[in-house]
């Protein structure tokens, strides 16, 4: 499956942006999901999963409450929408995916087989 992640951007404090992850060569909703972000000078951080088929939702603690993970099925594409954001959620977002994921690898990229070329979010205070 090839991922293409888009809706990055320069943002203020406070505000919101929707990344999106599309699809192609595969039904994503076979996949889990997920979204993983790098800061520059930082390791990849895992930011939220959707689970293929009906699965549920996961966050990181830093996240939750702000950004919300979401499929649509007819569009081929999972969405990260993401509101209050601060300065520290400036980075690099990736979309990545896998058919194979067991509940706790999820949360650990090296379990996605599939990556998506990544969104700059550049979020000024």
Known sequence: VQLQASGGGLVQAGGSLRLSCTASGRTLSSYTVGWFRQAPGKDQEFVA????????????????????ISRDNAKNTVYLQMISLKPE????????????????????????????????????S
């Open 49 to 68: 999963a959707v689970r293929r088929s009906g699965g549920g939702t996961y966050y990181a603690d830093s996240v939750k409450g702000r950004f919300t």
């Open 89 to 124: 959620d400036t980075a690099v977002y990736y979309c990545a995916a896998d058919s194979g994921i067991i509940l706790s690898s999820l949360r650990t990229g090296a379990s996605y087989d599939y990556w998506g070329q990544g969104t700059l979010v550049t979020v000024s």
